[in-house]
């Protein structure tokens, strides 16, 4: 069974997507969804990820979406990190869990 994944969703000309999706390929991301969880950034801009702003109703971009339910996406200014809070998950927990994008390629 394949895992579940956060679907973050950025396009160009988007002045906070460029930061973000930069920490998402350095790997500087976290989330507050336990266990095994994959990220997928989709640029909505592309050919590709164009069709998900009507099939995932967004409004805006940058939107992460987790199981169907809109993220909270704040950046660690100190740390350089993005995180990633999704309803229905344990809140307020100190622990965070660092997701697995596997290796970036080389760029």
Not at 70 to 80: F, G, M, N, S, T
Request: proline share 7%.
């Amino acid at each position: 069974m394949a895992k579940k994944a956060i679907r973050l969703f950025v396009g160009e000309g988007c002045k906070p997507c460029g930061p973000i999706k930069e920490m998402v390929v350095q790997g500087r991301f976290e989330s507050n969804i336990p266990g095994d969880v994959g990220l997928d950034l989709i640029d909505v801009t592309t050919e590709e990820g164009f069709p998900f702003v009507e099939s995932e109703k967004l409004e805006q971009v940058p939107t992460a979406k987790y199981d169907g339910q809109v993220c909270k996406l704040e950046i660690d200014r100190e740390e350089q990190v993005l995180i990633i809070t999704c309803p229905g998950q344990e809140e307020g927990s100190e622990q965070r869990t660092v997701v697995d994008m596997g290796t970036p390629a080389p760029g």
